[in-house]
């Protein structure tokens, strides 16, 4: 942590306390380079974030595609089914299945059979540049879901990153 606080590149976030004041290896947080008009902070303004206004304006498709998957008990089912949905998640939660996940997209990769289930949830996120066009592997998007009685430990995760809850 020591050395990660002099190199160059900590030391010109300084503003954002990465630099001589970075506490410790959990405080970094990268988004400011991708994001750089952005706000720092935990909590953005929608209107700074376009693909959070296009997610808001389409709630009620989203909904609908997840009560469709709920109410038929496919939920529990297709998470089972998830490939990505294995022990990296167990950390959020102190029992293994706490913390459900339904991709439809995952590391570049649509899940066609996923689709199939919520077909409106899918072909909005496709016309969605930040999804077509992102380089980073670990990007994803679907429906997650905490169980009824289940927590979540806190966590962050990977930058650059944008989480959109």
Wanted: net charge neutral; charged share 20%; proline share 8%.
């Amino acid at each position: 942590l020591q050395q990660a606080r002099v190199l160059p590149f900590f030391s010109r976030h300084a503003t954002f306390g990465l630099g001589g004041d970075l506490p410790s290896a959990h405080g970094s947080s990268f988004n400011q380079d991708i994001f750089p008009r952005v706000p720092f902070g935990p909590f953005w303004p929608t209107s700074a974030v376009p693909l959070a206004s296009f997610l808001e304006a389409h709630y009620s498709d989203f909904l609908n595609d997840l009560n469709h998957i709920s109410e038929h008990a496919r939920f529990a089912e297709m998470h089972a089914q998830n490939r990505h949905a294995g022990s990296h998640y167990q950390e959020f939660g102190p029992r293994h299945d706490d913390w459900q996940t339904v991709y439809v997209f995952r590391g570049g990769q649509w899940n066609d059979e996923h689709c199939r289930a919520v077909p409106r949830t899918c072909e909005l996120l496709r016309s969605r540049p930040e999804l077509a066009n992102c380089p980073q592997d670990n990007i994803g998007a679907g429906f997650l879901r905490l169980r009824p009685g289940g927590r979540i430990k806190p966590h962050f995760g990977s930058a650059p990153r944008l989480a959109i809850h």
